[in-house]
């Protein structure tokens, strides 16, 4: 019985939260507060794991509390629940524009909605410039000399060598760790 | 069936090597996307963002839905999406089982600092690559600023964003047919 309310809640995380896995976050308080199913201290704890470990932040976020409700079997209907109603409304839709891709009207829609999105994504590139490279503080915001240095060697070595991003990644965990960044 | 698992397993490598939400998705999906697999586009991924920032759910879920879907229908859709979530639903669960102040670990914290700085580079890449095939004219250039500025500096709903660019995809579009003829 949990279990079927636990995919009914996260269908309607699924369902509700328009615009990526932070915008989850307020549904995951209202599930606490109505069911008292994990606290919100766990959600805080969450938004930390969800930070340093792969994968988007809802689907973390879904596995992550459907654990903590009824172990692993949780993790599963949670997660299948968040996931659920995209993969029905992307069906949806993708139907609809394989019928509608050669239209005029569809094609000049698009025509402004791609340079809006590749804005959207540089805009949420400048929260993570933020995070990465300054430091805030009580005392101020002041920039990270050392993240700064590897940010340019690493643009540098993008630019140079064409390897899978991935390999980039390990490489500046690698340096994250022996130079205490 | 090959094909179903060839899609689950790239999209379960881009699912297990992505840090920090759908936009950190971007270089992986491009790379294995459009590089290696021939899958979509540039600007199709563009789309399918623009898309997914208006539609509910997680964004990574669903880019997974539509390219799955483009390439084998609907289980394709599902095989893909089931992919990309899977690497979560793993680590997420051994962490919540054993791990529970794995973001407070000094190692972690460290290599994280290092992997933050990378994801900066990369969606800076990522983008690089996306305004090639997406800002192509005077006008898709003064809609990715505009909608820049807004997004960034006055954290408007994406939402009203792309739907606003997609109005002016169409206007302008009549306006130059107009000229033309």
Not at chain 1, 8 to 23: C, P, T, Y
Not at chain 1, 25 to 42: C, Q, V
Not at chain 1, 69 to 83: F, K, M, P, R, S
Request: glycine share 8%; net charge positive.
């Amino acid at each position: 019985m949990i279990l079927l309310r636990l995919f009914f809640e996260f269908f309607k995380v699924g369902l509700f939260s328009v615009g990526g896995g932070l915008a989850t976050l307020p549904f995951l308080y209202n599930i606490s507060d109505k069911t008292g199913w994990f606290t919100h201290a766990d959600v805080t704890n969450l938004i930390a794991i969800s930070e340093s470990t792969p994968g988007p932040i809802g689907v973390n976020a879904a596995t992550y509390v459907g654990f903590l409700t009824d172990g692993l079997i949780g993790a599963i209907v949670a997660t299948l629940g968040i996931i659920a109603p995209a993969i029905i409304v992307i069906l949806i839709i993708s139907r609809v524009l394989d019928k509608f891709q050669k239209s005029t009207l569809v094609q000049n829609v698009f025509y402004g909605l791609r340079p809006a999105s590749t804005a959207l994504i540089a805009s949420a590139g400048v929260l993570v410039v933020k995070n990465a490279f300054f430091l805030i503080s009580a005392t101020g915001v002041s920039i990270q000399i050392p993240h700064l240095i590897l940010g340019v060697i690493l643009l540098i070595l993008v630019n140079k060598i064409n390897l899978h991003p991935a390999l980039y990644i390990l490489i500046a965990a690698v340096v994250g760790i022996i130079f205490k960044l | 069936m090959r094909t179903y698992l060839t899609l689950f397993l790239t999209f379960m490598r881009i699912g297990g090597l992505t840090f920090g939400g759908g936009y950190s998705m971007l270089p992986m999906m491009q790379r294995e996307l459009v590089e290696n697999h021939g899958w979509t586009t540039e600007s199709e991924l563009a789309d399918y963002y623009a898309i997914s920032q208006c539609t509910p759910g997680v964004i990574a879920i669903n880019t997974a839905t539509f390219i799955g879907y483009k390439v084998a229908g609907v289980f394709g859709g599902i095989f893909a999406t089931l992919g990309v979530a899977f690497p979560s639903l793993v680590i997420i669960t051994i962490i919540a089982a054993f791990l529970q102040n794995f973001a407070d670990l000094a190692v972690v914290q460290h290599a994280f600092a290092g992997i933050r700085v990378c994801v900066c580079v990369l969606i800076f890449q990522a983008v690089r690559k996306l305004w090639k095939n997406t800002v192509v004219s005077t006008s898709t250039a003064i809609i990715f600023g505009v909608v820049f500025i807004l997004s960034a500096a006055f954290s408007i709903s994406p939402i009203i964003l792309v739907t606003l660019a997609g109005i002016s995809g169409v206007i302008i579009k009549t306006v130059q047919n107009k000229e033309v003829k």
